[in-house]
């Protein structure tokens, strides 16, 4: 699947038709405004970003699809009529995987999203175990004693954040950067997630706080 974050209805047409002959499936928005819950239901092989858009501009969603736990490592292209130098460092420093600027070919276009799909299609995922959790990251799989629980998506975020941690504290501002973005709003929200998580792992003592600083997973 592929995404297309593309307000001009000529360029979307052309670009839905061309990837769809390629054999991908392909879905399309006019602004960012229904990507985010796109991305929660479905995590797309890549997502075209236009820069110039209604509401939020694309340097924007860049950044926020960036700082989010699940969307870090999203592959990106933005595809633009900002054609200066500093605009395509923005994008590029900013995160963007390739920038390809109006006008544009289309042979060129899906050679350049095959080479960035390829180059993610090498990704390595881990699995933790700590007591009788274990979380599979490729398969997207928690497990309490052999049996599967049911995680929300930021409950979820969480617990692998402080399992790639391998014991180590995470700061709260850390685990609330991370998961929901820069912009967080009230800390509390944290606690709220972690007792949350406590009581579906049913082990208290599994995630641990450290009073004045944020959390850990005991590993012992």
Known sequence: MIYIVEDDANIKKMLMFAIARAGFEVKEFPDASQLYSSLEEEMPQLLILDIMLPGEDGFTVLEKLRSNLATKKLPVIILTAKNSEIDKLHGLDGGADDYVTKPF?????????????????????????????????????????GNEIVLSKKEYDLLVLLLKAKGNVCSREELLSAVWGENYGESRTLDVHIRKLRHKLDNEDLIETVKGFGYRIREK
């Open 105 to 145: 070919g289309v042979a060129e276009l899906m050679a350049r999203i095959r080479a960035v799909i390829r180059r993610y299609e090498v990704q390595t995922y881990t699995v933790y175990e700590v007591a009788n959790l274990k979380v599979d990251e490729g398969k997207h799989i928690v497990t309490v004693d």
